[in-house]
């Protein structure tokens, strides 16, 4: 597995430095707010980074888990299709939503509207890396760790067909990997 990456962009050691620089940050924003916040992850990418990140956490939150599907096409913005649900309430509570990667910024729109509309106080969004570049929809994350080009990466729960989400690291897979 480790054979098929051609060059790593993100190490393990520069995001177990970063999860810990935002969880100051976020632990920091939270309690000055006095809130108690659910951190939901999106499965299955979130994953690894949720886990490193809540590690820092010495404050009072909650930690929930769901699995979306964006719609694209013809359907207007903001549909989501909730392939797992969260088991908690999310009504008046504040959320922090954990992300993978930003990339077009479709699922972030979609997912914020689903959560107001569930009677969410607040939504904030933390999300390993972002591809600024590749933006169409005008939605940013609160928190972020990593700009990266645009190049699909792999790793650290990002996956290509369902592999790659257990390197510690990010990286960028060989060109052969993707013409087989
Ligand atoms: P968006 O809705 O922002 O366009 O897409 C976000 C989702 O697309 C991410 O949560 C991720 O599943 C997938 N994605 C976007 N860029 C990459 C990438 O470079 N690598 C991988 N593995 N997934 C990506
Ligand atoms: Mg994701
Ligand atoms: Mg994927």
């Known amino acids: 597995m480790q054979d098929d990456v051609a060059k790593v962009l993100v190490s393990e050691e520069e995001i177990e430095k970063k999860c810990k620089e935002l969880a100051q940050q976020i632990e920091a924003d939270y309690q000055k707010k006095g809130?108690?916040?659910?951190?939901?992850?999106?499965?299955?990418?979130?994953?690894?980074?949720?886990?490193?990140?809540?590690?820092?956490?010495?404050?009072?939150?909650?930690?929930?888990?769901?699995?979306?599907?964006?719609?694209?096409?013809?359907?207007?913005?903001?549909?989501v299709r909730i392939d797992m649900d969260m088991t908690l309430s999310t009504k008046g509570r504040p959320i922090l939503l954990v992300e993978d990667i930003i990339d077009t910024g479709r699922t972030l729109v979609s997912v914020k509207k689903m959560f107001k509309n569930k009677g969410a106080t607040d939504v904030k969004?933390?999300?390993?890396?972002?591809?600024?570049?590749?933006?169409?929809?005008?939605?940013?994350?609160?928190?972020?760790?990593?700009?990266?080009?645009?190049?699909?990466?792999?790793?650290?729960?990002?996956?290509?067909?369902q592999k790659y989400r257990n390197l510690p690291y990010i990286g960028v897979l060989k060109p052969e990997i993707y013409e087989d």
């Open 125 to 161: 969004v933390v999300s390993l890396l972002d591809k600024p570049s590749r933006r169409t929809f005008d939605i940013n994350a609160d928190y972020v760790g990593f700009s990266v080009p645009d190049e699909f990466v792999v790793g650290y729960g990002l996956d290509y067909n």
């Open 35 to 79: 809130q108690v916040p659910i951190i939901v992850g999106l499965l299955k990418g979130s994953v690894p980074f949720m886990a490193e990140l809540i590690k820092y956490f010495t404050f009072d939150c909650e930690i929930d888990f769901m699995k979306v599907s964006s719609y694209e096409g013809t359907r207007s913005i903001g549909d």
